[in-house]
Each structure stands twice: as C-alpha cells, then as structure tokens.
C-alpha cells in the first residue's frame, strides 16, 4: 500500500521557521515530480510549491516566494519544504503530493497534475 507520510509541523510564532518533510512507503518516486498544499480551516486547499524529479527545476505560489524553499533527497526519496519568516495566515494544514514520473519541469500547481497525496500536517503561526 503507497503512503505518504508529512511530518515536522507544529506550533511556531510569527517570523519562526519550520521544516516539514515527506516519506514514501510502499513504492519509490525518485523520479516524480512532487509538490505541497495546504488547506486553512474554512478554505480551499491550496498550492504552495512543486519541484520537479530532479529538483532543477521549482514552482512557487506568490504568498511564499521568498520564504518558502521547496527541496528533495532522491537517496531518501523525501521531499521537504523549509519555511521561514512564518506569518499567522501560513496557518493550515500541509500535504506532500506526488505527481508524474519524469517530471522534467515543476508541476504548474493544479491539483490534477498529482496522483499520491499524504495525509497531512497541521502547522500552526500564532502572532
């Protein structure tokens, strides 16, 4: 059975960091594009990054650009997202997501683009 399992969130203050990370179990996706969202309570879910198999190539949404970095170690086949200067609104829910093997640009973010999903991680900025 495939799962993907986040780990690293929690209770952070405004202008901290966290560093979330991604494992995979059951199969390997070294070579799969991979991305994180997040869902805040009441809203959509969201994109916040995406890298592509290799990690040359990284997509961002606008709200982290500059605070976020989106990473991967394919000899762990983990996927991490380094968050800094956390703001309040940075507040939800985070999930790894897996998308197409030989990914060779960024996923542009759509949810589509992504087939394996965890199960999620509540991050938490209090001001």
């Known amino acids: 059975q495939v799962q993907l399992v986040e780990s690293g969130g929690g209770l952070v203050q405004a202008g901290g960091s966290l560093r979330l990370s991604c494992a995979a179990s059951?199969?390997?996706?070294?070579?799969?594009?991979k991305g994180w969202f997040r869902q805040a309570p009441g809203k959509e879910r969201e994109f916040v990054a995406s890298i592509n198999w290799s990690g040359s190539s990284t997509n961002y949404a606008d709200s982290v650009k500059g605070r976020f970095t989106i990473s991967r170690d394919n000899a762990k086949d983990t996927l991490s997202l380094q968050m800094n200067s956390m703001k309040p609104e940075d507040t939800a829910v985070y999930y790894c997501a897996v998308g197409t093997n030989w990914a060779g640009q960024a996923p542009s973010g759509a949810e589509t683009e992504f087939n394996y999903w965890g199960r999620g991680t509540q991050v938490t900025v209090s001001s």
């Open positions: 059951g199969r390997t996706f070294r070579t799969y594009g």
